[in-house]
């Protein structure tokens, strides 16, 4: 359970050497034994403060020996905000959705202005997946100002449409007449 290896070691320095058997987060030491346990890939159910700072998850894959003996882990950390602005940057940059992901505890894991009432509105999506062995909830809604943008009211043509109409009814009577 102590970690000697890092990869990258910049910004990770304070990782190395730690026991994970010791880890402030009981969320750590029980996702370790569903490892050992289960003999397959787990994570940490809730969002922890990382060793190296910020806030994520831990994923720990127990490795075996040919003889079936085990050798130890390889855990892997994920902070929340930089694994989701590199998946959804360019949603991002639009700054045409809004975005929440709700982890299986029931808390929002990543934010990004929202609003939770709109996230169950009519135009709202959600979608479920599994992050490893814990499900996470993903909603995408049309933000505000993009629906503004695209919200276009039949008032603004009513001018237009109504000279033009009565041009036309002007030529077409002096026409028949």
């Given at each position: 359970?102590?970690?000697?290896?890092?990869?990258?070691?910049?910004?990770?320095?304070?990782?190395?050497?730690?026991?994970?058997?010791?880890?402030?987060?009981?969320?750590?030491?029980?996702?370790?034994?569903?490892?050992?346990?289960?003999?397959?890939?787990?994570?940490?159910?809730?969002?922890?403060?990382?060793?190296?700072?910020?806030?994520?998850?831990?994923?720990?894959?127990?490795?075996?020996?040919?003889?079936?003996?085990?050798?130890g882990y390889i855990n892997a950390v994920f902070r929340v905000?930089?694994?989701?602005?590199?998946?959804?940057?360019?949603?991002?940059?639009?700054?045409?959705?809004?975005i929440a992901i709700r982890e299986s505890t029931g808390d929002?894991?990543?934010?990004?202005?929202?609003?939770?009432?709109?996230?169950?509105?009519?135009?709202?999506?959600?979608?479920?997946?599994?992050?490893?062995?814990?499900?996470?909830?993903?909603?995408?809604?049309?933000?505000?100002?993009?629906?503004?943008?695209?919200?276009f009211d039949v008032h603004h043509l009513t001018l237009p449409?109504?000279?033009?109409?009565?041009?036309?009814?002007?030529?077409?009577?002096?026409?028949?007449?």
């Open positions: 359970g102590v970690i000697r290896v890092v990869v990258p070691l910049a910004g990770n320095e304070s990782a190395l050497d730690a026991d994970l058997w010791k880890h402030p987060f009981v969320e750590v030491r029980d996702a370790i034994r569903r490892a050992i346990e289960e003999r397959h890939p787990t994570r940490t159910f809730a969002i922890i403060n990382l060793l190296q700072g910020g806030k994520g998850f831990g994923t720990y894959l127990p490795i075996f020996s040919e003889a079936g003996e085990q050798m905000n930089d694994l989701i602005e590199t998946c959804l940057s360019r949603i991002h940059m639009d700054n045409k959705f809004l929002l894991v990543y934010p990004i202005g929202v609003d939770e009432d709109y996230l169950r509105n009519d135009s709202a999506v959600a979608v479920s997946f599994n992050v490893i062995d814990q499900p996470w909830d993903f909603y995408l809604a049309p933000s505000p100002a993009y629906l503004r943008s695209r919200h449409v109504g000279l033009i109409l009565a041009l036309v009814l002007f030529v077409l009577e002096r026409i028949l007449v």
